[in-house]
């Protein structure tokens, strides 16, 4: 059985893809009103940093870089995603999009990754986290 293009992220005592838990579960699993296309933004660059070389070109060094961030978690939400992460960074799996297209649709891939925690303030309103940056570092694809 495939596994589904959806944002996946399981503790690093768990290899099986088909078995990691969905985001958008540990999110609905609190509350069915913060949806997953407002809460939830990416990006993916397949590199660390990019190394300009003397003819001009531009070379790609280190490994695959993810950010996921979340807009408004409500406190709830917000533990269930650091429970990955007790401390400011902590080893993983995930499933993310890369930039990649085949025929038109997204590339995902599943990574082992070091997830890093915010490191900027979390603006805590009336009943929510907001702007909840998560990095992932260090990404390996896993097969």
Known sequence: MPVAD????????????????????????????????????????PFTKGVTLGDGHVLGQGAPVATWKFRALKPEQRENIKDYCAALSADVYIRTPTNETTAGARVWKNYQAIMKWTDGFEIIGVDAVEEIVITFTHLEEVV
Do not use: H, K
């Open 6 to 45: 959806e944002f996946l992220l399981a503790d690093t005592s768990d290899p099986d893809p088909l078995t990691w838990g969905a985001v958008e579960d540990l999110l609905t699993a609190v509350s069915n009103d913060i949806t997953i296309g407002r809460a939830l933004e990416w990006e993916f660059q």
